[in-house]
């Protein structure tokens, strides 16, 4: 089963919520204003996740994902519209794989309509529009006003990557009357409804080839919401947003370096035993204190490419949004939100002084070629510009995680207040391949490194193998497991090095390396070594740290 996160967007009292509810056959954590808060005010105050499963074969799926996916679940995040809530839809936008952006037809496009798009377009590639509350247009005017309303709504999208956007049509709750949610309330939906699904299917893109990428990642979960059930554990309820872990592995709170092993998984009530990237879950852990954390990241922490409070970061190909109005200055401060936090920055943008065709990667930066200092970031698009970020506090930022700033300390009603946006840069990488085995606890490993390699630098960091499952690639439950070591030597004059582990290789890799040499005997995928580490270019000594 493929899962697809839809973030439904909007400005306050667009019937979001109303939305979602017609939709789903499953209500998550805080779905429909569940919060007494958010009934008291008649509002959304928090992220509300609930879903529904379609049959692939009966929507218009890409050939892909019917040929691969027999059902696809449709995860729905209902975020908060009012203004003064953006930063919780900041938070939604990090893990959602399509827009669903609801718009009042009577009211046509509001201020935070207008943020929920910019958000959008920073965060996903594909969206559908829904007209909502069509009911309460005057019935013999109603197809006038709902296409003069697609004419404005296109108008506006004409210069953004939302141009070709689909536009449904719907009255998700007929009158204005609010009814309480069932599961059996989708079985007699409306022909609105179904064709609205029929769009959405139409809309999404295959996320599979991108999410396999990030299996081979650390795994680092995005927490929305924890909570205690006496008897069972802590709960954990989130999105995977890279990596894999399984029913007995552990998994970390990074601020406070605690490890709990997992008790168990749930997808939307039911028992499973692993998830992947994309995958909506609740993980049960024993013994932790609920009021530890409330949203944040958490994984795998002995990984060395993500979850490190930091005081400062680099974004790569930072863009200024085009409807922020005002000017941004080196040295100026804005709210960014990233990860799963939102920190006050001081701002230091730079670029690169010469552009070579042979540079690497823009998230990673190349230490032997020059920046310029900039004193204002422009609206015009240019892919090699950098800002420093100084954070009030340290936060976590994810290796390639995007990265919004905001205006946020007034609020204004008439203005968009998304300013800027950017990657987290990449560590630096190397990639090498187990070359032989020495004993269950020691391997010699080719390709990490060059025959001039300074060894000094690089003895006692951090390195891992990536060991594959044989299982079917195409699963769900593939499993990547990570055996972590430490570089203790070098091994002849030709790159290659020592890597001491920390725990026993696998008897099915020991078995695959089993001749005197303790060179591969089996044919077998080959056994990839990462190196992950960075280098301070603001140091003059350009000294590795991890």
Not at 261 to 285: E, L, T
Not at 345 to 360: A, G
Not at 428 to 450: A, D, H
Not at 534 to 542: E, G, L
Request: glycine share 6%.
């Amino acid at each position: 089963m493929l899962n697809i996160n839809v973030g439904v967007l909007g400005h306050v009292d667009s019937g979001k919520t109303s939305l979602a509810k017609v939709l789903s056959t499953i209500a998550s954590t805080s779905a429909f204003d569940k919060n007494p808060q958010s009934k008291k005010r008649g509002i959304t105050l928090d992220l509300g996740f609930s879903s529904f499963t379609v049959d692939s074969a009966g929507y218009p799926f890409t050939p892909s994902i019917r040929e691969n996916f027999e059902k696809v679940q449709f995860t729905l995040v209902d975020c908060p519209g009012h203004g003064s809530l953006i930063k919780t839809v900041l938070c939604g936008s990090q893990i959602i794989d399509i827009v669903v952006l609801v718009i009042d037809v009577t009211k046509g496009f509001q201020t935070q309509t207008a943020e929920c798009l910019v958000i959008g377009e920073i965060a996903c590639e594909k969206m559908l529009v829904v007209l909502n509350k069509c009911d309460l247009l005057n019935e013999n005017q109603r197809d006038e006003s709902i296409q003069k309303m697609k004419k404005r709504i296109l108008k506006t999208l004409e210069n953004t990557i939302f141009k070709q956007s689909e536009i449904a049509e719907i009255s998700a709750a007929p009158g204005g009357v609010q009814v309480e949610f069932t599961s059996e309330q989708r079985v007699n939906n409306s022909q609105e409804v179904e064709n609205l699904i029929t769009l959405l299917a139409r809309s999404i893109h295959d996320p599979t080839e991108k999410r396999n990428k990030l299996k081979d990642m650390g795994f680092v979960f995005a927490v929305d919401h924890c909570f205690t059930i006496t008897g069972q554990g802590t709960i954990l309820t989130g999105t995977v947003l890279s990596g894999t872990t399984s029913v007995g592995q552990t998994i970390g709170l990074p601020y406070q370096r605690i490890q709990k092993k997992i008790k168990s998984i749930q997808r939307f009530r039911q028992p499973i035993q692993s998830i992947v990237p994309g995958d909506r879950a609740g993980i049960c852990v024993p013994q932790l204190d609920s009021n530890l954390l409330e949203r944040g990241l958490v994984g795998d922490i002995t990984s060395t490419d993500n979850l490190i409070p930091c005081y400062a970061c680099i974004l790569s190909n930072v863009k200024k949004v085009s409807y922020y109005k005002l000017s941004i200055k080196s040295q100026s401060r804005l709210h960014i939100f990233i990860g799963q936090e939102t920190v006050l920055s001081s701002l230091t943008f730079f670029t690169k002084i010469k552009l070579d065709n042979h540079l690497n990667n823009p998230c990673e930066f190349d230490k032997t070629i020059m920046y310029q200092y900039i004193d204002e970031i422009s609206n015009e698009i240019d892919n090699n510009v950098y800002v420093l970020l100084e954070f009030e506090h340290p936060v976590i930022c994810p290796m390639n995680g995007l990265a919004i700033g905001a205006k946020l300390d007034t609020y204004s009603i008439t203005s968009c207040r998304i300013a800027l946006y950017g990657h987290v840069c990449k560590s630096k990488t190397r990639r090498g391949q187990l070359e032989r085995i020495v004993n269950p606890r020691m391997c010699i490993v080719n390709g990490l490194f060059k025959r001039e390699t300074n060894w000094d630098i690089f003895i006692g960091l951090r390195a891992y193998l990536i060991i594959k499952s044989n299982e079917d690639s195409s699963s769900n439950d593939n499993h990547i497991q990570r055996i972590y070591g430490y570089i203790e030597s070098s091994f002849g004059q030709s790159g290659k090095c020592r890597l001491a582990l920390e725990n026993d290789l696998p008897d099915e890799i020991l078995a695959q390396y089993s001749s005197k040499a303790g060179r591969k005997q089996i044919s077998q995928p080959d056994i990839e070594v990462i190196l992950e580490f960075k280098k301070n270019i603001f140091d003059p000594q350009r000294r590795v740290i991890q």
